[in-house]
């Protein structure tokens, strides 16, 4: 079957930096993506990896490692608004996307 | 309209009733998508459609039809609602079905079965 995993919950502190990892079992492999889901709305686009490595977009960024089946999104200088859910999502050897669960993160002052 | 819109925006609906979600996109995306949400669990495709006229199944398809006559819309119809139909739905459209490229999401349809 296929897999996405995912931490359900982390939190930290304002300011600082968070790891999110995510690590998958799929049929086939075409990229991974991060979104992120405020509470109430729908999820919006972060990041795309398809190459193993780090991707770098202002405060966040993405691993990948293919071999590990294995991603994260880190996120630094942490703000009150990136209080959010972060799902991972693996797109398959259908093109159909593969969606973890999500990680809550609270972030505190 | 801008991006994609949803309607109703939520419902509450007695078990046996038919009901149609819209969507509609205004961005010219071939594809389309309806996923469902619930708590602890990921985003499950119901239905997709790669381009106008073509539908598919995706993971959770039973209870649910979808049609896709023309590019921006892509309505969701549930025959007879049943209570695990309860969840949010969330329509999201790109620009390829084979997509490397990213889905953009409506704002959601919150709906609850009795």
């Known amino acids: 079957g296929q897999n996405i995993d995912q931490p359900t919950e982390m939190t930290a502190t304002e300011g600082a930096i968070v790891q999110i990892n995510c690590t998958y079992q799929?049929?086939?492999?075409?990229?991974l993506f991060w979104y992120q889901q405020h509470a109430g709305e729908a999820p919006t686009f972060l990041s795309y990896?398809?190459l193993d490595g780090l991707e770098e977009k202002g405060r966040f960024s993405s691993f990948l490692s293919r071999s590990k089946g294995y991603s994260y999104l880190l996120l630094k200088e942490l703000q009150m608004k990136d209080s959010a859910s972060y799902l991972c999502?693996?797109?398959?050897?259908?093109?159909?996307?593969?969606w973890g669960a999500g990680t809550k993160l609270i972030i505190k002052p | 309209i801008a991006g994609i819109t949803q309607a109703p925006t939520s419902q509450i609906l007695a078990a046996g009733r038919r009901m149609t979600l819209r969507c509609t996109q205004d961005m010219r995306h071939n594809a389309m998508y309806w996923y469902r949400q619930d708590l602890g669990l990921g985003l499950r495709l119901i239905h997709y459609?790669?381009?106008?006229?073509?539908?598919g199944k995706g993971e959770v398809p039973d209870g649910y039809s979808v049609s896709r006559a023309n590019t921006d819309d892509f309505p969701l119809t549930l025959a007879s609602a049943v209570p695990s139909q309860t969840s949010v739905y969330f329509c999201a459209s790109s620009d390829s079905g084979q997509s490397y490229n990213e889905q953009f999401f409506g704002p959601g349809t919150r709906l609850t079965v009795l």
């Open positions: 459609s790669n381009t106008a006229g073509t539908t």
């Open positions: 999502a693996v797109l398959d050897s259908n093109y159909q996307l593969i």
């Open positions: 799929t049929s086939g492999f075409n990229g």
């Open positions: 990896n398809v």
